[in-house]
């Protein structure tokens, strides 16, 4: 089961995994990325391509569900501008076992954030500037190639 | 041939879609671009750091040595920072 | 920040997730495992070793606290009877970053499986079982010797 | 001393927790649980596989060459199984 979810509606976390638990499943892994207030950054705005970020994100879970053994895959990916302490990025895995549903889990975000086309821009007060793409990130994606 | 480009790539060319008619001569991702700043200041400032640019073809990822011939919709972005 | 719960009241997730993320990070992580009802098991029940357990999970989020930067982790099992689809366990783990968050999410339930002093009965029907340790958890608790 | 069991350790045995007091020349988690099951048939079913029982001593689990002497409380139970 894919449910892959690109919207500016606030991410609704408990609807979520009740929605991913509810196929009797074992286990559950989760990421959550969050809009960090740490670094003077007053807004996010996410940017995206439509249609093919979806495009996208289906392919990736396609992927995950090829490569382990899943009940489901979700991906709800928020876009438009939030604010620090808000959720941007909601991924689960379901499966029998937890090694499946903690890599897979993994593999979804690694690969969202060099493959799924959203992009980035802060604000801090009245300037901003786009996020530039991250050598970790790059690497963290290539560990699953 | 509709061409589409994001972030800053959008922000430097002034809009995030136009329709163009590239002569027969453009035949991949990378001519497209050599001809557009060729005839456009700001898409030349937009495309002056190629290895910065990502292109999709189509909806579908690609390098930017893809073919666009008869082609309906070409991308230009920066790499993705989603997530 | 360190939380540990062992109580036989179900698991409130969305509580728990809300607490992890009130710490202002960026990452958060998450593991649930639930009762399965796929092989005929009626009622699942957990059996501990109460206050050693609590020092057990309390030194391995420590350790986990040790080994990466995390703004915090939680682990909460529930004990007692529980039935097909109820959760037993829910781990968490918060930090700037994703990759610590991932990981020390999947530390903290490998190493649980072989650390904790927690013993599941199955029951089906009129029958009893203990659950026997398993070697693949065995060698997924010792990938992170 | 006390003694506490678990799981299946508890219910071959018959109680989850007893005072015992060893003879001084029990030294070890291992002598412990011989000089047990030499004086109750429960204590030698419930020990009769070694390589089945864990143990913790004062609340720390340890190998069953670990000394017992002067220490509150013994726990002996199968492998663990949660989560």
Redesign the interface.
């Known amino acids: 089961m894919i449910r892959i979810i690109v919207s500016p509606e606030p991410i609704d976390?408990?609807a979520e995994?009740e929605r991913a638990?509810a196929a009797?499943?074992?286990?559950?892994?989760?990421?959550?990325?969050?809009?960090?207030?740490?670094d003077g950054v007053g807004e996010l705005e996410?940017?995206?391509?439509p249609?093919?970020t979806e495009?996208?994100l289906t392919g990736l879970t396609q992927e995950a569900l090829r490569r382990w053994s899943l009940a489901g895959a979700t991906v709800v990916?928020r876009v438009g501008p939030m604010r620090?302490?808000e959720r941007?990025?909601f991924v689960a895995a379901t499966a029998?076992h937890?090694?499946a549903?903690?890599e897979a889990?993994?593999f979804l975000?690694d690969r969202?954030?060099?493959?799924?086309?959203?992009?980035?821009?802060e604000r801090r007060g009245d300037e901003a500037h786009?996020?530039?793409?991250r050598e970790?990130?790059v690497g963290?994606a290539a560990r699953w190639d | 041939m509709r061409l589409v480009y994001f972030a800053w790539v959008r922000e430097r060319i002034g809009t995030g879609e136009e329709q163009v008619a590239p002569p027969a001569d453009v035949a991949t991702v990378a001519q497209l671009i050599d001809w557009l700043a060729a005839n456009s200041a700001g898409h030349a400032a937009a495309f002056a750091e190629r290895d910065r640019l990502r292109a999709a073809v189509d909806g579908v990822f690609v390098g930017l040595d893809a073919s666009v011939v008869g082609v309906d919709e070409v991308a230009i972005f920066p790499p993705v920072t989603g997530g």
Chains 1, 3 share one sequence.
């Not at chain 1, 060099?114 to 821009?121: G, I, S, Y």
Request: with cysteine.
């Open positions: 976390l408990t995994i638990e009797g499943v074992g286990a559950v892994a989760t990421f959550t990325g969050i809009v960090r207030a740490d996410l940017e995206h391509y249609g093919v495009r996208a990916h620090p302490g941007i990025v029998a937890r090694a549903a903690l889990c993994a975000i969202l954030k060099t493959e799924a086309p959203f992009w980035k821009r786009w996020v530039e793409q970790t990130d963290a």
